[in-house]
């Protein structure tokens, strides 16, 4: 992925896309660095790293009315916690996705007159930032049980953990329910898939992140599946994962 102006960017926040109500995302990941100097440093600082932290935040234009609107999405999520996923460009299957589990932190609205409305909030990590890719793209509507596009995430060695968050954009039908899981197999055939992470069945709009318990894991393929069931049953969804 070479230079490129920043046009395209997606933001996915618990249940709500928030793209088409933001002109802004940036995204924070850092480590406190801890202070070990003593006789033997030769006169110079040394440090070890310390408790790590991430930010996710974001501004734009406010809209108020229905669920999927940032007023109602922010506000509805204010103090708790749920997925952030951030794409610098598109979010299709495969493209660069940074995933966190976010306390949504603070959100401000308004401005000066005559000013297009303005808001800005912020996600507070409660899980590292997770540097991955999307497993589904948030407009593609799913009426029946199915399985995504796998993608090459690599090995996970121990220590490290597979991370995964699900977005449920909106939902339709009468006793609608989804169940996403996140299957892995070691080519991109999924002869013999396992499954690796399983969402609680989701029957309204909302969102929620999971990650294994750092064994390590073989395979290098991973993707989204999911069973539907209900009358006329269709559900929106976004769902992205990573390795760290």
């Known amino acids: 992925m070479g230079k490129f102006v920043l046009l395209n960017a997606r933001l996915f926040a618990v249940g709500a896309d928030l793209t088409g109500a933001s002109n802004k995302i940036e995204l924070t990941s850092e480590v406190e660095d801890k202070e070990t100097t003593n006789y033997y440093s030769a006169g110079y600082k040394e440090v070890i790293g310390g408790l790590g932290s991430a930010e996710v935040s974001a501004e734009g234009q406010w809209e108020a009315a229905d669920s999927t609107k940032v007023d109602d999405a922010m506000w509805a999520r204010l103090g708790g916690v749920g997925p952030w996923t951030a794409c610098p460009d598109g979010a299709a299957v495969g493209d660069l996705a940074y995933v966190t589990q976010c306390l949504t932190a603070s959100y401000a609205l308004g401005g000066s007159v005559g000013d297009v409305a303005p808001w800005t909030g912020k996600g507070a990590s409660a899980w590292p930032l997770v540097r991955g890719q999307m497993a589904h793209p948030a407009g593609t509507a799913r009426t029946s049980t199915g399985t995504g ?10 220590g490290k953990r597979l991370y995964a968050a699900l977005h449920v954009l909106s939902v339709a039908g009468t006793t ?9 197999d070691d080519s991109n055939s999924f002869a013999s898939p396992t499954t690796q992470l399983t969402f609680t069945a989701a029957t309204a709009a909302g969102g929620e992140a999971l990650r294994t318990t750092g064994g390590a894991i073989t395979d290098t393929w991973y993707r989204v599946a999911w069973t539907i069931s209900g009358t006329t049953p269709s559900f929106m969804f976004a769902t992205s994962f990573g390795i760290r």
């Open 149 to 158: 596009t796998g993608v090459q995430l690599g090995a996970v060695t121990a």
């Open 176 to 184: 609608p329910s989804i169940t996403a899981r996140i299957e892995s």
